[in-house]
């Protein structure tokens, strides 16, 4: 069984649920046995940049989550889990084609739940002729112990820090001590890779980003995220302001978040973020218009 065996008691993320998930018991995140349960895997053009680029990134869409945001714009995936299970060796023959289409990396998406079955499918992978950076995509909400599992085997982290306050983590995604979680996360990713390395054409083989999405009538705590993560790690680290926020899934029956975030709003965010002389990074400009929100990002 080897690596797999760590499913047997689960404590995989800060749940701790310690689930038997080999004989078919669930834990917060709804995943069970050997294999892997995905929603979507193809190429995907709306990631930063440097992620996408041209050419997509070769996204792997996982089906289940350790939170329970109310206003989760993947719900049918992350909570309802929708998808299909594929084995290890198919995930496997399924990066190698992801290659093949011309994919810049490949993108695990709130992947935490399946990190043994990710790094044996990488070690199949890499026998397989699979050479592009391999990118770890996440909530931010992870075990610091999981995740050194995966040294040597991530190049690129892309987590989450969602929350500065602790009400609005346990009230809007069930997860509560976020922003120490998130943080000490974060902390091992940037330890694993401390330096953003990019290609002739600019796309990122190794480093790390953190994403944060600016909520509606929360506007002092995403300046808090900000302050935080500029006292914490320096002006220098790599940030991605996210303006894409609508009121998705339970949202629309909560009344702080029942809108979408209005161009004054991030343009507050985008001032503070300035003020604070962040270097480097990625601002989503708000489309107040869009029928259909398309992200556009700029440097």
Sequence with gaps: ??????????????????????????????????????????????????????????????????LRCQFCQNY????????????????????????????????????????PQIIESIRIAKTQGLKIPILYNSSGYESVEALKML????????????????????RLSNAKNYKSIAMSAIKEMIRQQPENIYDEDGILQKGVIIRH????????????????????????????????????????????INRKLTKKEFEEIEDYLYRLEFKNGYIQYLEENEEQYVPDFDS
């Design 1 to 66: 069984m080897g690596i797999l065996e760590k499913l047997e008691k689960c404590d995989l993320c800060p749940r701790n649920c310690k689930v038997n998930r080999l004989k078919g018991q669930k834990g917060f995140c709804g995943a069970v046995g050997e294999n892997v349960k995905q929603a979507r895997i193809g190429l995907h053009y709306y990631e930063e940049p440097c992620i996408s680029g041209n050419s997509g990134s070769g996204t792997v869409f996982f089906s289940g989550c350790n």
């Design 151 to 170: 040294e040597g085997y991530i190049d690129i982290y892309l987590p989450d820090f969602k929350y500065y306050y602790e009400e609005l983590a346990t």
């Design 76 to 115: 049918t995936i992350s909570q309802e889990e929708t998808g299909r299970e594929i084995s290890i060796q198919e995930l496997a023959d399924k990066m190698i084609w992801l290659q093949e289409e011309g994919a810049n990396n490949i993108n695990f998406v709130t992947g935490f739940m399946y990190i």
């Design 213 to 256: 999405l600016v909520l509606p009538n929360h506007i002092q705590n995403s300046k808090q995220v900000l302050k935080f993560l500029k006292s914490t790690f320096g002006k220098n680290i790599s940030i991605s302001i996210m303006a894409q926020y609508f009121p998705s899934y339970k949202a629309s029956e909560i009344k702080d």
